[in-house]
């Protein structure tokens, strides 16, 4: 409040309404993003570490299941399981994982279409260099302005609300 109280001060009617357009353009662009010709609001970030725990937490249990079950050949059969699991729900259940079901949000090209597998596969990719570059990727999502992690740069992808 104390920034509006400043930018308005000894400004003209007209002035201050210039100034209110173009804070709420900016505040309105910072949410939404155009795809194709849609425009969506973007996934608040929070509704995202919660579709992402708890698709984690399933990918977990499942990794914990094979190598109990078959050691070592168990750790390669989860790192497939994964590619199916994103496979599955991000090209052929409307770009939505368990996780992202849960939280209404899904996952949208930038074309405005849902994912196909080769966005799905370029997904995961990014997901383990996110992973494998200590979480740096992940944490891109929260300074970048599109809310875009490396994930999502690579693939073309956004997440939004349902």
């Known amino acids: 409040m104390v920034a509006y109280e400043q930018l308005t001060k000894d400004r003209t009617q007209n002035d201050v309404h210039y100034i209110e357009m173009r804070f709420e353009a900016k505040t309105a662009a910072l949410h939404t993003v155009e795809c194709g010709a849609q425009e969506f609001e973007l996934a608040p970030l929070r509704a995202r570490a919660i579709s992402a725990a708890i698709d984690g937490f399933i990918l977990a249990v499942v990794t914990l299941v094979f190598s109990a079950l078959l050691g070592t050949a168990g750790l390669v059969l989860s790192l497939l399981f994964v590619f199916v699991f994103q496979w599955y729900f991000l090209s052929e ?37 996110n992973t494998l570059a200590l979480g740096l990727g992940w944490l891109w999502v929260i300074g970048d302005k599109r809310q875009q992690g490396w994930h999502d740069k690579l693939a073309k992808t956004y997440v939004v609300k349902s």
Request: proline letters at 5%.
């Open 93 to 129: 259940r409307f770009g939505q994982t368990p996780g992202k079901m849960v939280m209404n949000i899904f996952v949208i090209r930038a074309d405005g279409e849902f994912p196909t597998a080769r966005d799905a596969v370029m997904r995961t990719i990014g997901s383990l260099v």
